[in-house]
């Protein structure tokens, strides 16, 4: 178990398109587990793939409450949002956009489907909160960032402060 480098934006491998899990392996399963203790550390409470720049479909989420078990998490490899419904706007941030926060509007409850390190099909579904973090790893995973889910207002007064940040963190 190894706490890995995550990949902050501008990084091009956030948009790089990526591939689907085609073999359920201990090297699979390492990764998941890299990305687990990656997030914990951070901390944050969902880590996609892309981040640690590696651009297959997997992400893992922290599943403490749900299990009422601290450090509890859990792997979705080609996870699949199948069913969604309602609304709800709360404040996001991003592991690859330290010190960025934003309201995003989002769907309330979601049904995934995905499947776990042995390659299982499972569904899970969520809602609250925890939908809110399936969603934006969820997103991840086809390049998607927060942000774009803004209007390009706000996106743009996002991305000027974002550079300026980015340019303190250079020099
Ligand atoms: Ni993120």
Not at 71 to 87: F, Q, S
Not at 152 to 167: A, P, T
Request: glycine share 6%.
């Amino acid at each position: 178990m190894s706490i890995v480098k995550i990949y902050e934006f501008p990084d091009p491998v956030l948009r790089k398109a990526t591939a689907a899990v085609e073999t359920f392996d201990d090297e699979l399963r390492q990764l998941a587990e890299d990305m687990a203790v990656t997030m914990f550390d951070a901390p944050g409470v969902g880590l996609a793939a892309p981040q640690i720049g590696e651009s297959i479909k997997m992400i893992v989420v922290d599943h403490s409450r749900q299990e009422d078990n601290p450090g509890t998490w859990l792997a979705l490899v080609n996870p699949e949002i199948i069913a969604a419904e309602g609304r709800q706007c709360g404040s996001e941030g991003c592991l690859s956009m330290p010190d960025l926060t934003s309201k995003v509007n989002r769907y309330h409850t979601v049904t995934v489907r995905y499947l776990d390190l042995h390659g299982e099909p499972r569904e899970i579904v969520a809602e609250d909160r925890f939908a809110v973090v399936l969603q934006h790893e969820i997103d991840h995973l086809n390049g998607v960032l927060f942000l774009d889910h803004l209007s390009s207002l706000k996106r743009n007064l996002y991305l000027k402060k974002y550079k300026k940040w980015f340019r303190q963190q250079q020099a």
